[in-house]
């Protein structure tokens, strides 16, 4: 179980991660020891985030170089509060995509669109990343930000 640390105990943390739709950002290493970040998709499930991308995606090749990541989902709109923290990841096909519809039903209602389609083509390899937090820090400023 990861180190839980900041404004919030462990059902406010899966509460909020479960009513908040934005990306989670995803730091990494890639091969060339550079930092890189991306925005995915995610749900979370049993204290670990659950993502999908494409087999091919440059991001698979930086997570295979180096599994730890950085990790943040944040609101955008004030009051800002959210979680940070770190990682490991390992990563599974998603040959059913499977996870890749429930996510597409979590961000964009569905899967009766094109975009949708074109995401669950049969030629498009499919995988998911599972992000095993080791350490989660929480924040809130709704306190302090009531008159904004």
Same mark, same amino acid.
């Given at each position: 179980?990861? +180190? ?6 462990? *059902? ?12 989670? !950002? ?6 060339? *020891? !550079? ?41 955008? /709109? ?15 096909? *998603? ?6 519809r429930s996510l597409l039903e979590r961000y964009v209602g569905g899967t009766d669109s094109g975009f949708a389609r074109r995401l669950l083509d049969d030629a498009r /390899? +499919? ?6 937090? *080791? ?11 009531? /008159?904004?």
């Open positions: 179980m990861a +180190e839980l640390t900041g404004t919030w105990d462990r *059902d406010r943390l899966r509460a909020f991660l479960e009513e908040t739709v934005v990306p989670l !950002r995803l730091a990494c290493t890639t091969p060339s *020891d !550079r930092l890189w970040m991306v925005s995915l998709w995610y749900r979370f499930d049993d204290g670990q985030f659950v993502c999908a991308t494409s087999k091919r995606a440059d991001l698979v090749r930086y997570l295979d170089h180096d599994p730890h990541v950085a990790f943040e989902v944040s609101t955008n /709109d004030p009051p800002y509060k959210g979680v940070r923290g770190n990682g490991s990841v390992a990563i599974e096909a *998603d040959a059913d995509k499977a996870v890749l /390899d +499919e995988v998911y990343v599972t992000v095993a937090p *080791d350490r989660l820090y929480t924040w809130d400023f709704s306190s302090r930000m009531r /008159d904004v």
